[in-house]
C-alpha cells in the first residue's frame, strides 16, 4: 500500500516534537553550587497534537489537503535539593490568592523552625 501524505504529516510533526522535548526536560540536568548543595529542576509537560486532511478528486488524480499542529506547555514547579545527604523538594507555586491559602504555605516552614528551635533547646539543657 502507498505512503498517505496524512502520515508524512504526521512524522514530520512528531520528529519536531521529540527536538524540542525530552526527558531532560521533565527532569532537567543537576547544578552543584559552590557549597556544595545540588538543585536538580523539575517540569511538568503538557502536550497536544492534532493533525486532518482529506483527498478530493481532480480531474487528473486524487487530491490530498491537510495539515498538523502541536502546542507544548512546559511548567517548572520545583527543584530537588540535595544537601548533606538529605533530599527535599523545593516547589515553586503561584502566590496565594486567599489568607487560608498562605497559612497552609506557611505550615513546613514553622514547622522546620520549631524544630530547630527545640534541637537548640536540647542542645543548651545538656550544656
Not at 36 to 63: C, H, N, Q, R, Y
Not at 90 to 96: F, G
Request: proline share 6%; hydrophobic share 40%.
Amino acid at each position: 500500500m502507498e505512503n498517505h501524505p496524512i502520515g508524512n504529516i504526521m512524522d514530520v510533526t512528531m520528529t519536531k516534537i521529540r527536538e524540542m522535548v525530552d526527558v531532560d526536560t521533565v527532569v532537567g540536568n543537576p547544578i552543584t553550587t559552590p557549597d556544595g548543595i545540588t538543585m536538580i529542576p523539575v517540569s511538568t509537560v503538557s502536550l497536544a497534537f492534532g493533525s486532518g486532511g482529506a483527498d478530493f478528486p481532480t480531474k487528473e488524480k486524487s487530491g490530498f489537503g491537510g495539515g498538523s499542529g502541536a502546542g507544548i506547555k512546559i511548567i517548572p514547579i520545583g527543584f530537588l535539593v540535595i544537601k548533606d545527604g538529605n533530599v527535599r523538594m523545593l516547589n515553586i507555586s503561584t502566590p496565594a490568592e486567599t489568607t487560608l491559602d498562605r497559612l497552609v504555605e506557611l505550615i513546613p516552614d514553622v514547622l522546620d523552625r520549631l524544630q530547630s528551635f527545640a534541637d537548640n533547646n536540647k542542645s543548651a539543657l545538656k550544656e
